[in-house]
Structures are given as C-alpha cells and as structure tokens.
C-alpha cells in the first residue's frame, strides 16, 4: 500500500557531502513523523534524524550540526543533508515513516529498502 523509495547514497571522501532523499508513494492520507536510519555492519539499527509533520526535528548526538533533516510535505519526500562525514558515518541508510493510509483511522511504520553510504579515502 506504501512504498518508500530511497536514493543519493554513495561513496565521499572524508569531509564530503551526501543528499539523500526518501520519497513515500501509494495508498497515502496523511504522514506524520518521518525519519532516517543506519545500520552499520555487526551493529544494531540506531536513529539518525527525525522530523515531525509540523517540522519539529531531532537528531543523534553522533550528527548534531553535521546532519540536517528536512521534508516537502506536498511530495511526502524526506531528505537527509549530510556533511563533514566521517568514516564512522558508514552504514546502510534506511528511510522510515509512520503513515496513514486512505480508509484506515491508523497509522503503520513503513521502510525503505536501504541506501549504502561509505565514507572512505
């Protein structure tokens, strides 16, 4: 019913820049918050960035003033502005959302399908 499509990963050079961005599509009402993801090999899943429908944000402390979340609610899109990445920043980037779907009084988290980021020289 709802599909999340992530795209902008890559390979950068230490201090580089990344722009990912998580478009939701399908069967939509509404979406409240959205956010992003990492897994990093042999590591749990943690939060990186998320963002309310009404625009308020929060972050890891890992990427407080390195990462900046943001969304376009006419485009039910969520991007991930990264900079100064650093090595550590590598992982599997996951977009995730909590979305209501049309003729349902409920909301459900729905995922990307992962995006790689490498940070490597």
């Known amino acids: 019913q709802v599909q999340l499509v992530e795209s902008g990963g890559g390979l950068v050079q230490p201090g580089g820049s990344l722009r990912l961005s998580c478009a939701a599509s399908?069967?939509?009402?509404?979406?409240?918050?959205m956010g992003w993801y990492r897994q990093a090999p042999g590591k749990q899943r943690e939060l990186v960035a998320r963002?309310?429908?009404?625009?308020?944000?929060n972050y890891a402390d890992s990427v407080k003033g390195r990462f900046t979340i943001s969304r376009d609610n006419a485009k039910n899109t969520v991007y991930l502005q990264m900079n100064s990445l650093k090595p550590e920043d590598t992982a599997v980037y996951y977009c995730?959302?909590?979305?209501?779907?049309?003729?349902?009084?409920?909301?459900?988290?729905?995922w990307g399908q992962g995006t790689q980021v490498t940070v490597s020289s």
């Open positions: 995730n959302a909590d979305v209501r779907v049309i003729g349902s009084i409920y909301s459900n988290f729905y």
């Open positions: 399908g069967s939509i009402f509404s979406i409240n918050a």
């Open positions: 963002i309310t429908s009404g625009g308020t944000t």
